[in-house]
């Protein structure tokens, strides 16, 4: 609830005032001196202050109210200051105007007046302090951004800019992270960025993709072996763990952890103590372990596959890293990053590029990029170098084909009319949602593009193509 200063040195006037504004919902405080008010403003979080013009009986002048005005400005530059008098002198008013004051107003006020006013600078107030706010949020993050290692990462996306964001703070503390989502998505590039802006940047990064190993050398690999402790051990083996120790242990493909091995693995997180395949010498590490998943790991702990113990171990802290196909700004970003200054894209080709589907995500990308390089017929890149059915023409050679049939099969025509008013509708809902945010959040960018998903060059790219105004 918003609170209001009233400063008269008339008590009548400041009750009237007061139990006006709280029968609207406001809390107030009141005053009979700009002495006292001065104070107030400084002990209290006010959102407005009304004030009268003058405080000494038989005063005409306003010399005290301005002096009150200009030194509340000193206090809280951006606080709304409404003027009250019952001797109106336009001078004084244009002056403070001019100098900020919100309004000025005459005794005895008009109350739907005054209301409408207070309701609209308080409005107006409020969105200043969080406008300031997310920019100071803003430059802090981007400040963080800048003195950050971010290992190469390529993103446009407002979801992987809050994924790198929760990586560069994760990577302060030591806990353990869990890095979850869909294979070629990128999780061992958030892993990279955690140890490389951690206070372990310096000591090892080990990586282990689990699911690639076989199951009977896992634990070998892991924890070491002594030579001799199975079949073709014939010298010692150094783990993965004791090559980490002092630094950080990435575990891809957690999931696949055999139950065998996850016991091992919880010991170590515990107590930091495991032993080598074929000895009984304890020995002791210090390591970060970061671990990483594309399978729902609830599901596996309900088909008892995954310790629950194991999985609150690791899962300190999560992050979910999001599907290509879900950050669609990322698209065109990674593929200029690919095929590198040689290679341009035209305009259709970014569209279908940004339509296809992308199951494989940035692994899949990648590998198309590879393709298309390889096989360009000219420095412009076309959909079929990356292996991509190009939607503009196969667009163009369906309207031809319905066309020619027309008479014949009616139906086929229709079909195309009604697919090419879905994609007219999708286009409009696109333009009314981004409208409609724009609306909600009185179009404060930086709100807008977290509401929708999307970063602020995404969403300005979106409102041009929809005409928006800026």
């Not at 030194?71 to 409404?82: D, E, F, M, S």
């Not at 302090?129 to 993103?155: H, P, S, T, Y």
């Not at 593929?335 to 200054?341: S, T």
Request: net charge negative.
């Amino acid at each position: 609830m918003e609170t209001i200063l009233i400063v008269d040195d008339n008590q009548a006037v400041c009750s009237a005032l007061s139990l006006m504004l709280e029968l609207h919902g406001y809390q107030t405080l009141t005053c009979l001196s700009p002495e006292v008010a001065l104070e107030l403003v400084q002990l209290h979080d006010i959102a407005l202050v009304v004030q009268d013009m003058n405080f000494t009986q038989d005063t005409t002048s306003g010399e005290e109210g301005v002096s009150l005005f200009y030194a509340l400005r000193a206090l809280q530059p951006q606080l709304p200051i409404v003027l009250l008098t019952a001797w109106t002198q336009l001078e004084v008013a244009v002056e403070l105007v001019k100098a900020g004051a919100a309004d000025y107003m005459g005794k005895p006020w008009d109350d739907a007046k005054l209301l409408t006013s207070i309701g609209n600078l308080i409005s107006l107030h409020t969105l200043t302090i969080a406008n300031a706010k997310l920019e100071r949020v803003d430059n802090q993050r981007m400040a963080a951004i800048k003195d950050a290692d971010l290992c190469g990462i390529v993103f446009n996306s407002g979801a992987m800019q809050r994924c790198v964001d929760l990586a560069l703070q994760i990577a302060r503390s030591d806990v353990s992270v869990l890095v979850t989502g869909p294979n070629g998505a990128g999780k061992d590039k958030l892993a990279d960025i955690i140890h490389a802006n951690s206070n372990l940047k310096h000591k090892p990064l080990i990586k282990v993709n689990i699911g690639a190993l076989p199951m009977e050398l896992l634990e070998a690999e892991l924890f070491g072996a002594e030579a001799g402790a199975f079949t073709g051990a014939t010298k010692t083996r150094i783990g993965r763990f004791e090559a980490a120790d002092g630094g950080t242990l990435f575990l891809d493909e957690i999931g696949n952890l055999p139950l065998s091995g996850q016991v091992k693995l919880l010991r170590v997180l515990q107590t930091g103590e495991f032993e080598r395949l074929g000895s009984h010498q304890t020995r002791k590490v210090k390591v970060r372990v970061i671990s990483a998943t594309n399978a729902d790991l609830i599901h596996e702990i309900q088909a008892g596959r995954f310790r629950e113990d194991l999985f609150y171990r690791l899962n300190v802290i999560e992050l979910a890293l999001p599907a290509l196909n879900e950050r669609k700004d990322d698209v065109i970003a990674l593929v200029n990053h690919f095929i590198g200054p040689e290679f341009l894209l035209s305009k259709r080709t970014q569209q279908t590029l940004e339509a296809h589907h992308w199951p494989g995500n940035v692994r899949e990308l990648e590998n198309a990029c590879k393709r298309a390089v390889i096989l360009a017929k000219s420095r412009t890149l076309s959909a079929d170098d990356f292996g991509l059915i190009d939607l503009g023409v196969t667009a163009s050679s369906q309207t031809v084909e319905q066309l020619s049939c027309n008479q014949a099969s009616p139906k086929p025509q229709a079909a195309q009319v009604e697919g090419n008013d879905q994609a007219v509708n999708s286009s409009a809902d696109e333009k009314a949602n981004i409208q409609a945010a724009l609306d909600k959040h009185n179009r404060v960018i930086a709100r807008v593009a977290k509401s929708l998903g999307l970063s602020r060059q995404a969403l300005y790219r979106r409102m041009e193509k929809y005409g928006i105004e800026k």
